[in-house]
């Protein structure tokens, strides 16, 4: 039958039909973690393209649960704190630092924010908001997880590592190979 | 005057095509705008095959070849001349090797040219290297 206009096939049912299975809660399928880019390796150098650490080179630790990639400076060497990324906003290069089965024991949990209890209108009027520093464990964590790995690095790598990613002319990303 | 011309023997280079950036030698003549070219494919990767003119770039070399020969004569009138190792001391030749090196480097080795090429104009300022090039 043809249809007028922009009408769409529409397929109703009324009532219970055998037809439609309802999942049940138990058998909900659990939403697969994006897979890792091709030649992403623990250890491997990624330029972050987005976010507050943009062109800084950083390396590869692991994938957490969420999908997301973990990444450190490491600390020492260009300030890149332990951080979360997305796999999309980052570029994998090819080159691999050895991480000398560092042991970086990190989940999602470690990057959840402590929710301050405050009412809205306190906020609204308290003088400048209070910097949420990272609490000095943590620092003094990440330096001790970091330490293994940049004690055996070259220093060719140190200094790759410092150094920021940018374009110059004549640099087309689609030709250069990372 | 011409005269790099399309003959049995002569070296030229692939410009376009699943063969481009190889080297070939041209082994027979079709007609006004193809010919058959060889690698040959122990030498060049090249396989024995037709391939209009106009996908070549032609070289100043040449092998003593009589037209058609297979892939042994062409093998051993290559090696008998020397004609690769001719083509490789050309300027052109550098030049098309350098260009691949180029495409090929990774992040890592462009930064690392970058500390070398930052390293050799400080040591020309400094006076301790006598500027070999303009």
């Known amino acids: 039958m043809g249809k007028a206009g922009q009408a769409r096939q529409v397929f109703r049912s ?4 055998s037809k439609v299975k309802k999942v049940s809660g138990t058998e909900k399928a659990k939403p697969n973690i994006s ?3 091709k ?4 250890g491997s150098v990624l330029i972050l393209l987005a976010g507050r650490f943009r062109g800084r080179r950083a390396v590869f630790l692991k994938q957490l649960e969420s999908g997301l990639l973990l990444v450190t400076g490491p600390y020492a060497v260009n300030g890149v704190p332990l951080r979360r990324v997305n796999q999309r906003m980052c570029i994998a290069t090819s080159a691999k630092v050895d991480l000398k089965a560092a042991k970086y024991d990190v989940t999602d949990a470690y990057f959840k924010r402590d929710a301050a209890k405050k009412s809205k209108k306190d906020e609204m009027f308290t003088s400048g908001k209070d910097k949420s ?4 464990e943590k620092k003094s964590g990440q330096k001790k997880m970091d330490e293994e790995v940049v004690k055996g690095m070259a220093p060719d790598m140190k200094g790759y590592l410092k150094a920021r990613f940018s374009l110059s002319a004549k640099m087309y990303p689609h030709e250069l190979k990372f | 005057m011409y005269t790099r011309f399309v003959e049995p023997g002569r070296l030229a280079l692939i410009t376009y095509g699943p063969c481009a950036g190889k080297m070939c030698t041209v082994v027979d003549i079709v007609d006004q705008k193809r010919v058959v070219v060889d690698g040959p494919e122990s030498v060049t990767g090249v396989r024995r095959h037709m391939m209009p003119v106009k996908r070549l770039s032609l070289t100043d070399f040449t092998s003593k070849i009589a037209r058609g020969a297979r892939e042994k004569t062409l093998r051993l ?7 690769m190792a001719k083509w490789s001391a050309t300027a052109w030749a550098k030049k098309v090797k350098a260009k691949e090196v180029r495409s090929k480097m990774t992040d ?8 070398a090429r930052k390293k050799r104009t400080a040591e020309i300022k400094k006076g301790g290297m006598k500027k070999t090039r303009k």
């Not at chain 1, 009324?14 to 039909?17: D, E, L, S």
């Not at chain 2, 009138?77 to 004609?83: N, P, Y």
């Not at chain 2, 890592?108 to 500390?115: G, H, Q, W």
């Open chain 1, 14 to 17: 009324y009532g219970k039909n």
């Open chain 2, 77 to 83: 009138a290559l090696e008998k001349d020397g004609v």
């Open chain 1, 39 to 42: 030649g992403l390796v623990p």
């Open chain 1, 133 to 136: 520093e990272m609490s000095a």
């Open chain 1, 35 to 37: 897979k890792l880019k």
């Open chain 2, 108 to 115: 890592f080795d462009r930064f690392k040219l970058m500390v």
